[in-house]
């Protein structure tokens, strides 16, 4: 065999190997990615029991540390909690926070104009996120937070997040994930002040 077709043979040959290598990673990788999908699905859907929740989450009783919130210049702010607040905390990339926000939307409009605490949306990505969600057409204000400059963020391991807080800062009531409709009573009961 002249020596230009066998250096043509053995190429070829590097080429069939290197694609069919190329082809089981695809497959691999694609696998990988139905799985994954599967289980962001599942954590979604997933209401996360008290027993699971980490023990650095912030129970009633607890006091929230410094939260700093940046206006619309990027300028930081601390936000200071003169009264008691229900802070709603979520992120813009989060299934379960798209999944929340309209329950918790619902929440506050069905309250009205004079709910037992001011509410304010606490989104913890800086940027504008991935998801549909429009913050600026919800009945409740939502401020962005520096999460570098707020402890009191360290303290809120899951999102979504609502945080009921007296005038002096002591946690009053904490609800994890996608609320139930459990949750939405007690959370109802406290802005209604009954």
């Not at 650095?56 to 930081?76: F, M, N």
């Not at 104009?113 to 057409?137: K, N």
């Not at 609800?175 to 009961?189: F, I, K, T, Y």
Request: with cysteine; proline share 7%; charged share 25%.
């Amino acid at each position: 065999m002249p020596e230009g077709q066998e250096a043509r043979r053995g190429f070829n040959l590097f080429l069939a190997a290197a694609a069919t290598t190329l082809a089981v990673l695809v497959v691999l990788l694609a696998l990988q990615n139905f799985q994954l999908k599967r289980r962001l699905a599942e954590l979604t859907e997933a209401h996360i029991p008290e027993s699971e929740l980490a023990s650095s989450g912030l129970s009633p009783g607890d006091k929230l540390g410094a939260i700093v919130t940046l206006d619309e210049g990027g300028e930081a702010q601390p936000l200071e909690i003169r009264e008691r607040t229900l802070l709603l905390v979520f992120r813009e990339d989060c299934p379960a926070c798209e999944r929340t926000l309209p329950l918790w939307e619902d929440l506050v409009s069905e309250l009205g104009a004079r709910p037992a605490a001011r509410v304010l949306g606490l989104r913890t990505d800086r940027g504008p996120g991935t998801s549909a969600l429009h913050p600026a057409a919800l009945h409740f204000p939502v401020l962005s937070v520096d999460r570098k400059r707020s402890p009191g963020l360290d303290q809120v391991p899951y999102v979504p997040t609502a945080i009921l807080v007296g005038a002096d800062g002591t946690v009053e009531g904490v609800w994890v994930g996608v609320p139930e409709d459990d949750q939405l009573r007690e959370l109802r009961a406290a802005l209604s002040g009954s």
